[in-house]
């Protein structure tokens, strides 16, 4: 009787690894590699600059100035992160929130030395700030928590 129970055991863990590998297995070859975006902040860009063909996002602050508005709704900017900056441009309606001086996230995918959004995502309020600018700032050293009003 014991041996009947101890090979059932095994039988079901055996079944229970075959049944996860092949669930690793569907999401590997199936699901598109477009699916999954990286975040990359400016100074991680010009460091280690990504494949031309890799579509990734960019996070940072908007450079003060550098909001430069182009024929019809394309738009130049530059983003940092207080240590690099990387020119973006993008052809779209920006979100209200947007401005200079703002975080913002981009997806797209570098040009050249430019990197070319495809969307453009900004803060949700004026205290908000995306989870990676905010990481990547503190690791810049230069993040500074906004004060709510008291």
């Known amino acids: 009787m014991k041996g009947l129970k101890k090979r059932r055991r095994v039988q079901v863990m055996a079944l229970a690894a075959l049944s996860l590998l092949a669930a690793v297995a569907v999401v590997y070859f199936f699901v598109p590699k477009t699916a999954v975006n990286f975040f990359r902040s400016p100074t991680e860009v010009v460091t280690t600059p ?13 450079v003060e100035g550098s909001l430069v508005r182009g024929e019809g709704a394309t738009v130049s900017f530059s983003v940092t992160d207080t240590n690099e900056t990387v020119p973006v441009r ?24 430019t990197f070319v959004a495809s969307e453009v995502l900004a803060k949700h309020d004026e205290t908000y700030m995306p989870k990676e600018v905010v990481d990547a700032l503190k690791e810049q050293g230069v993040y500074q928590p906004s004060k709510p009003e008291s």
């Open 50 to 62: 990504p494949p031309a063909e890799e579509v990734f996002r960019i996070g940072g602050l908007v």
């Open 90 to 113: 993008y052809t779209g309606v920006l979100p209200d929130l947007f401005g200079e001086g703002e975080g913002m996230v981009a997806l797209g995918q570098m040009e050249g030395d």
